[in-house]
């Protein structure tokens, strides 16, 4: 390395090890004083067991860390087992320069990255597939997923960029929860240093453009943030729901395929992906925004897309061998298996499984296989939890039936003081930064009147349009109504009417139907 982070302008290696050490320190603060705290006190009244008792709790950490190998997280994928696979890794290595020996895992979860790894004859790579990806993305674009990847090892891989970010990844974490003593501390550090890494994101995607021309590398962003979007925000509750039952989804995967395919479904994860970011007050991401990484990128290529190829012929190359239909695994049913059970089971990223024997860890054997599309779907549209959200909203009102509820709702909302009702629906919001406590606040609130919304709708003759939601529903008109749109734009613009308009609505419809 030069000095130039991923391709950025060039930084000095003491004002990036300054800034690393900076948020290590501030980012083990409390720990430290916490510690300096028990011992001061031990020295003052005699009590060794008040330094005793903190060094036995942090030794089993330290003993797993020091001892312990780290169990590297996933399937194995052997060359033999799948051979498509690896020669599209293989092929991918010799365009971004990647010769170091690389090993490929499955992961259950739709996630990319690359870990070091020790091995007989040295160090070698794992490169870690989430199945979610490798099932949904064509070839061409999990060939751009990968290209990215190892340009970052390729690259950017050097002691400075790595404990940069691990510091910053470091400090991150100490905010989340209740306390956070330190954000006035942390917050400039991670601002100041949030374009290292974000270059070093967009030097990557310019690498894999390179290598399959930038339309389709455009397009693998795209569908990597909405996969990504869906799968946490329906994926994990559907198994998460059925687990707490003592069952697991066998054809999670199937499912997950064809809500994708809802282009509803597309559109809330994209709306989701945008929410996200602009929530991030603390300048904790690490990569920029999807709409940012999309326009930086060049228009060299068409990927699968249409419109007239202006490729390389490399990226030309690359597009035609692997073309718009996903990568098929050869033992993808084994993989799928293999991938719900540790999600159902898991205590960790990875997957991985809990230990069995006690607290209420969990084994595979220990849950019941079912099939979500053999279910009823009014189970799993989301939101899955609307009946809680609108129990709460009941309570929060202190109205009983939901037309009461969502009538004082949209009072509050009319008289501006609807952060109320959220914050007694939510007591968590108070420990949110402030930047950002009400935008959350309308949010918990729009999906709260929507829970008891939807089904006074349902009743009145409206029906779901989509089969994996719930939010967005067709009128016996034929009228398509997004609910959590509208109710979010009512409370973020304090204007109730829309909503009356709509449960007035569904009042008439149902005498009339009566």
Do not use: N
């Amino acid at each position: 390395m030069d000095g130039r982070i991923s391709g950025g302008p060039r930084v000095s290696a003491v004002r990036a090890w300054s800034f690393t050490a900076a948020m290590a320190a501030v980012a083990w603060l409390p720990l430290i004083g916490f510690l300096l705290l028990i011992a001061a006190g031990g020295l003052v009244w005699g009590g060794w067991q008040m330094i005793a008792l903190p060094m036995l709790w942090l030794l089993p950490a330290l003993y797993t860390r020091a001892v312990l190998p780290d169990a590297l997280p996933g399937r194995a994928v052997r060359p033999d087992d799948e051979p498509e696979l690896a020669a599209l890794v293989r092929d991918m290595a010799e365009r971004t320069g990647f010769g170091a020996p690389l090993l490929v895992r499955i992961l259950p979860e739709p996630a990319v990255l690359t870990v070091r790894v020790r091995t007989a004859g040295g160090h070698a790579y794992a490169l870690l597939l989430g199945l979610p990806l490798v099932r949904a993305l064509s070839a061409t674009h999990l060939a751009a997923v990968i290209a990215h990847e190892l340009a970052h090892e390729r690259h950017f891989d050097d002691r400075r960029t790595r404990a940069l970010l691990a510091a910053r990844v470091a400090l991150a974490e100490r905010l989340e929860g209740r306390l956070r003593p330190l954000a006035p501390l942390a917050a400039p550090l991670l601002r100041a240093t949030q374009p290292w890494p974000w270059q070093e994101e967009l030097a990557a995607d310019a690498e894999a453009a390179r290598v399959v021309g930038g339309d389709a590398a455009r397009e693998a962003v795209e569908r990597v943030a909405v996969i990504d979007a869906a799968f946490d925000g329906i994926a994990q509750d559907w198994v998460e729901d059925l687990v707490e039952e003592g069952s697991y989804p066998v054809d999670l995967y199937e499912a997950f395929d064809l809500a994708l395919q809802d282009p509803l479904v597309r559109a809330r994860a994209a709306r989701e992906d945008a929410e996200e970011e602009d929530l991030d007050v603390y300048a904790t991401a690490t990569h920029p925004p999807t709409a940012v990484r999309t326009a930086a990128l060049p228009h060299t290529g068409t990927g699968t897309g249409t419109g007239t190829s202006t490729s390389t012929s490399t990226s030309t190359s690359t597009s035609a061998a692997y073309g718009s239909a996903p990568l098929v695994l050869r033992d993808a049913e084994v993989v799928a298996e293999w991938c719900v059970q540790r999600l159902a089971c898991a205590d960790g990223p990875g997957g991985t499984l809990q230990a069995g024997g006690g607290g209420g860890a969990l084994r595979p054997e220990d849950l019941k296989p079912v099939r979500l599309l053999e279910l009823d779907p009014d189970r799993f549209r989301l939101p899955a939890d609307g009946g809680h959200r609108a129990e709460a909203l009941a309570a929060a009102t202190g109205q009983p039936s939901p037309t009461g509820a969502l009538r004082a709702a949209l009072d509050a909302v009319a008289d501006g003081d609807w952060y109320g009702l959220a914050r007694r629906m939510r007591p968590q919001l108070r420990w949110l930064p402030a930047a950002v406590r009400r935008r959350l606040g309308g949010q918990v609130l729009a999906s709260a009147m929507g829970a008891a919304l939807v089904p006074l709708l349902l009743e009145a003759g409206w029906s779901c349009t989509s089969r994996w939601m719930s939010t967005v529903l067709t009128a016996p008109d034929g009228t398509v109504v997004d609910l959590y749109e509208v109710l979010v734009t009512a409370v973020d613009g304090g204007d109730p009417a829309p909503v009356h308009a709509l449960l007035d609505k569904s009042g008439t419809e149902k005498a009339e139907r009566a």
